[in-house]
């Protein structure tokens, strides 16, 4: 499994943070798996991926497989994901899930006030044509690495309503969720949401970790759709 937990690199606390110099995962469920990363990123990192985004963002004013998103959003194509600080981000995500040539491009997506992201599965549905098409081309979306990029005035937290989480943007951490439980099947519990931008703008960059598929995707195709 990508999972691992425990390792020398990194140890999971069910407590209050305490600030430490490794990767800390902070349990806030078990089922679904959901872990707050603190100060993953720093602020370099935060500007970085801002920087390269703001430019090109497009409005995702779109409902699309009922997922109502009202954001800014931009997909980094092929080659500029391979720029240093990106690579290095990947880098710290290696401890904890697999990233390979199967994953989706890093998504960016801007919030202003008022906009948001309705409740919604990351997972690919199997039982649909379009989902099952997916899986083939980019593997299952095992899990979801989401970063914040700045702090958020008021609302714009990422809540899963199945379970009652509900994770604050704080500059710089990350949450990662898993949308398979262990045996490898969709969990519906997994279902989250951006909830609207009260005041201020939310900054946030996505990773999803899709399960390996050994084939020859034409990597510059668009990216799927939620
Ligand atoms: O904005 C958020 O906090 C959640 C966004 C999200 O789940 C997505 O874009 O898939
Ligand atoms: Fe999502």
């Known amino acids: ?55 090109k963002l497009r409005p995702c004013n779109e409902i699309s497989s009922g997922v109502h998103r009202s954001g800014w959003g931009l997909f980094m194509k092929e080659g500029e994901e391979d720029h240093p600080t990106t690579q290095n981000v990947f880098n710290k995500m290696k401890p904890f899930v697999n990233i390979t040539d199967s994953c989706e491009v890093m998504q960016v997506i801007r919030y202003n006030p ?30 979801t690495i989401l970063m914040y990029l700045c702090d958020v005035e008021e609302g714009g937290e990422t809540t899963f309503p199945e379970v009652g989480v509900k994770v604050k943007p704080i500059k ?38 899709n399960q390996k598929v050994n084939n020859n995707k034409d990597q510059s195709t668009n990216p799927p759709s939620q």
């Open 114 to 143: 008022g906009e948001q992201t309705s409740s919604h599965y990351d997972y690919f549905n199997p039982l649909t044509s379009n989902g099952s098409m997916k899986i083939g081309l980019y593997g299952q979306r095992i899990c």
């Open 1 to 55: 499994m990508m999972m691992m937990l425990g390792n020398d690199d990194t140890e999971v606390v069910k407590e209050k943070c305490v600030k430490v110099d490794k990767p800390t995962l902070i349990e806030l469920s078990q089922k679904p798996r959901i872990y707050r990363i603190p100060n993953f990123l720093n602020d370099e990192e935060c500007q970085h991926l801002i920087d390269s985004a703001k430019n």
């Open 172 to 209: 710089g951490d990350a949450v990662l969720f898993y949308n398979c439980t262990p045996n490898g099947e969709v969990d519906p519990l997994s279902l989250h949401q951006g909830d609207p931008v009260l005041k201020g703008t939310k900054w946030i960059a996505i990773k999803l970790i």
